[in-house]
């Protein structure tokens, strides 16, 4: 049996395949339990490891720190790749006051971390692991855990002994936030959305779909492309429904003429001005708009040809050259305004109304070969890699700071990997990955160094919180309360953020997924999704490089 013991304890690639891929498999496992609708998720990896290592079972440093970097920076990729298209539109108009609150949390969490340090007496390096397990980033886990290494040499393996002590409370934390917000402000959800729905049915940028018939003789015999010049208010005729029932999709083109039924989409405010001037708004039925004896189909087209990665809507001139409308464009599960300035991506799903052989035209333009997609691309991987590690390694130096600042493998992937998935399009490059092959390199990429992470800090953790280490759980936890009670109390007070909104952009503040599902379960609406989507990116790159730098004051 001293074949099985050296697997076990020994020190051969075995051995360190075998104890990754038993770490990983348990801890996976244990991620599935959920406790009143909530879980620790992947973090059961890291528990796992700690415990593995505790009682003897150890990589070797050299694999350990291989494992652990590699994991790391493959996440990262995965993570800025999935937040570069909306990350610099993020901060456009609403966005760029719940940026502005997360941005207000991130500040009050680190300055809140840098009292407790010096009222504690706690290393910084300690409190640096304690900030990233009460706001559930491990990302900035790794940055602080690559940057002390990178200055310093050596580990400190602290920094993950205090994020595994605060993390498990700073999920329970960030629920607690959310629910004690909603007792202080006295939110009645049915009465909040009910206020919501009415505020929004009110508001003048509010757009409305409206039938008007034109009575107007000045519009009579006029082209749709005419009619805009003839007035002022903004609107878009969809398709027009001719005095004997027929219903035709509409282009610049198109003829209006008396007693033509015109389906359009206007602003709120502009919406009984707009159907008085150009006729009366009369009642018509969805359904015929969408009979199913029309000629008129719907239809999802994917883009799949290279050649549209990268162009404008509005350069394919579909509704011209086709005679089709495009609805909506999805991309990553998200839906888009189909407007002409809206830069297309391989894999957008684009829905596009029109005849039958007319859709077939531009299917056979797009692409609409799924086949294509299936197949990976991998340059941008091994590019962004490649550049990450180049700008990680350059050395910046500030002032009387005796060691140089480093973005470190981490912090350089990450700027490279949202800069190409927000501009790789303009260059041609094919960014493109499904949702599924996203989201399994991040989870190969997260459990690798979660692993790698217990397994180098499990040694001495059970010393280190009996000896004291105990108190990191209340340190943690104040961390993850505070700010966000601060933060959502002004927001909601003073900011007019309606309270899923708020729940959304306090799950995102803290790139906390429980947290999120957890908000959607209590709303009626999509806004928490929509708050967290928002505050994300620049959440998660804030996290990271905020981390480094107190590491860096530390040492």
């Known amino acids: 049996m001293e074949w099985f013991r050296e697997l076990v304890f020994g020190t051969g690639i075995a051995h360190s395949i075998l104890l990754l891929a038993l770490v990983i498999a348990v801890g996976a496992a244990l991620a599935k339990i959920k406790v009143a609708g ?7 990896i890291l528990f796992v490891g700690i415990v593995a290592s505790h009682f003897g079972l150890v990589l070797d440093p050299v694999v350990l720190g291989f494992i652990r970097d590699f994991g790391l920076i493959v996440f990262i990729f995965a993570v800025g790749m999935q937040v570069g298209p909306s990350f610099f539109s993020s901060f456009r108009k609403g966005g760029l006051k719940l940026n502005g609150f997360a941005v207000l949390s991130i500040a ?14 706690v290393k910084l390096t300690t409190m640096t692991g304690i900030l990233c397990g009460a706001v559930t980033n491990t990302p900035g886990l790794g940055a602080a855990q690559e940057a002390y290494h990178d200055a310093t040499g050596v580990s400190d393996p602290s920094i993950a002994m205090g994020y595994a002590v ?8 960030i629920i607690l936030s959310m629910i004690l917000l909603r007792v202080i402000f006295r939110v009645n959800i049915e009465a909040e959305n009910k206020r919501l729905e009415e505020a929004r049915r009110d508001d003048p940028s509010a757009t409305n779909t409206v039938s008007v018939k034109v009575t107007n003789p000045v519009f009579s015999g006029k082209k749709i492309a005419d009619m805009k010049k003839l007035c002022t208010n903004r609107f878009v005729i969809s398709r027009i ?4 029932g027929t ?6 083109h198109s003829v ?3 007693d033509d039924v015109l389906y359009m989409v206007v602003s709120a405010k502009d919406s009984a001005r707009v159907a008085s001037f150009i006729g009366e708004e009369v009642t018509v039925d969805d359904d015929k708009w969408r009979e199913e004896n029309q000629k008129y189909v719907s239809r999802r087209i994917v883009i799949t040809k290279p050649q549209i990665n990268g162009r404008y809507l509005g350069d394919l001139k579909l509704r011209n050259n086709f005679g089709v409308n495009v609805v909506r464009v999805n991309r990553a599960g998200i839906d888009l305004a189909a407007t002409a300035n809206l830069q297309l991506q391989m894999g957008d799903r684009l829905t596009v109304v029109g005849e039958e052989a007319a859709l077939q035209d531009v299917a056979n333009m797009l692409g609409n070969q799924l086949k294509r997609l299936r197949h990976p691309n991998i340059i941008p991987i091994f590019v962004c890699l490649l550049l990450g590690a180049l700008l990680g390694s350059i050395p910046f130096y500030f002032g009387n700071i005796p060691q140089p600042v480093k973005l470190g493998l981490a912090g350089g992937t990450l700027v490279f990997a949202i800069l ?4 790789g399009p ?5 960014t493109y990955t499904t949702v599924s092959a996203n989201l399994m390199l991040r989870e190969i990429g997260i459990s690798m160094f979660l692993a790698a992470v217990g397994l180098g800090a499990g040694s001495g953790f059970v010393e280190t919180i009996v000896g004291g280490g105990w108190k990191w759980i209340g340190y943690g936890f104040i961390i993850t309360v505070l700010p966000l009670l601060i933060t959502g109390f002004i927001a909601h007070k003073w900011g007019k953020v309606d309270f899923f909104t708020l729940m959304g952009m306090m799950a995102g503040g803290t790139t906390d997924p429980p947290a999120l599902s957890f908000a959607s379960s209590i709303s009626p609406n999509d806004l928490p999704a929509v708050g967290y989507t928002t505050v994300y990116p620049l959440t998660m790159f804030l996290r990271i490089i905020t981390a480094q730098m107190l590491i860096l004051l530390a040492v």
């Open 241 to 244: 429904m001719h005095p004997d």
């Open 166 to 173: 605060a993390y498990p409370l700073g999920v329970i934390g």
């Open 426 to 430: 303009k260059i041609r490059m094919i």
């Open 256 to 258: 209006i003429n008396l």
């Open 38 to 44: 909530v879980s620790l998720g992947m973090t059961w």
């Open 108 to 121: 009050l969490s680190v300055g809140i971390a840098l009292i407790l340090c010096k009222v504690a007496d």
């Open 420 to 423: 190409v998935g927000r501009f």
């Open 247 to 252: 219903v035709d999709i509409a282009a610049g």
